[in-house]
């Protein structure tokens, strides 16, 4: 539970945010960065994918490219290296939302970038549903592309059933609602922008884009991930049931697991849930504000839902 400093620190915070949208403040468009019209030969499409659904978008960019024609390299970001990020005629690089904005390790692994040399570059996002500052979580991903060199051609954000344990814990029905994302709609979508892409590098049409004031940015001000932790009772490994996979370990971001001891180093998790979402043997015990949590794998199995593949992916 917060204590009374604690609760008047947040207090303080969420009365200076919510000041924002009074004082008029507005984003600047980004203007166009010019770049050489090109045919598209290689294409580099990377995500920063916790559980699935990011990648998933990232790898059916990349189905769309090949069938056109394209040589492209696809890749989980955590497993490409930034200085590998040259050569290409056209990059896409996606990520999911997290508490309102784009997880920390992807901005700093976007700011290691070399210079991209006026690349066209390109963001993509995939959010739960209900949506969460989706739109300014795909521009800061760009924004930090642009800062690298890279020629902005595109972004876009894709709905998903949400991956936020909380939020099936205290609202079910509604994390239910969302169970039927990505759809049929969801992909057709995709293949729209991935094509988009192709068609702004090969015309040389830049892209100018600006952020979107409204209450995402004020939620992601008033420290969301500090105030998450706060009211995290319980976050620790159960060693009795687990199987020493090291999954949890491979998947947080901060190096903030140690399954042999069992211990979470709660200084240094950013609260992401990779992972309870992900351990195949639910040993990740969390208690959240008095709610035990439960995994996105587990809370799929647990409601017997089976997320739609598009096409291009079952078939190899």
């Not at 559980?51 to 990349?62: C, D, E, K, S, V």
């Not at 979508?189 to 209450?215: I, N, Q």
């Not at 090291?246 to 998790?269: E, F, M, N, Q, S």
Request: one cysteine or more; hydrophobic letters at 40%; proline letters at 7%.
């Amino acid at each position: 539970m917060l204590n009374r400093r604690e609760v008047l620190k947040l207090a303080a915070v969420s009365a200076v945010a919510l000041t924002v949208p009074a004082c008029g403040l507005s984003y600047q468009e980004r203007p166009r960065v010019p770049f050489s019209a090109r045919v598209v030969k290689n294409g580099l499409v990377l995500s920063y994918s916790q559980t699935g659904n990011t990648r998933r978008i990232g790898r059916l960019i990349a189905a769309v490219w090949r069938r056109l024609g394209v040589e492209v390299q696809e890749a989980e970001l955590r497993d490409f290296h930034p200085g590998q990020a040259l050569g290409f005629d056209l990059i896409a690089v996606g990520g999911p939302v997290n508490h309102y904005d784009a997880p920390q390790y992807l901005k700093d692994w976007l700011g290691r970038l070399p210079p991209l040399a006026q690349t066209p570059v390109a963001a993509y996002v995939t959010h739960g549903l209900p949506p969460s500052n989706q739109h300014n979580t795909a521009c800061a991903i760009l924004e930090i592309l642009a800062q690298r060199g890279g020629a902005p051609v595109g972004l876009e954000t894709f709905g998903n059933l949400g991956t936020y344990p909380p939020a099936w814990a205290f609202f079910p029905e509604k994390s239910l609602a969302a169970r039927v994302f990505p759809n049929h709609e969801t992909y057709e979508k995709v293949r729209a922008f991935a094509m988009r892409l192709l068609a702004a590098a090969r015309d040389g049409k830049a892209l100018a884009f600006s952020r979107e004031m409204g209450m995402g940015d004020v939620k992601k001000s008033l420290a969301p991930i500090r105030f998450s932790k706060l009211i995290t009772n319980t976050h620790e490994i159960d060693t009795a049931r687990c199987r020493g996979c090291g999954t949890c370990a491979r998947l947080c971001p901060t190096g903030a697991i140690d399954p042999l001891r069992g211990t979470v180093d709660k200084r240094r998790c950013v609260d992401c849930m990779g992972c309870i979402n992900n351990c195949p043997a639910e040993a990740v015990r969390m208690v959240y504000w008095g709610k035990p949590l439960t995994g996105y794998f587990q809370f799929l199995r647990e409601n017997q839902i089976k997320i739609q593949e598009p096409p291009e992916l079952l078939e190899g």
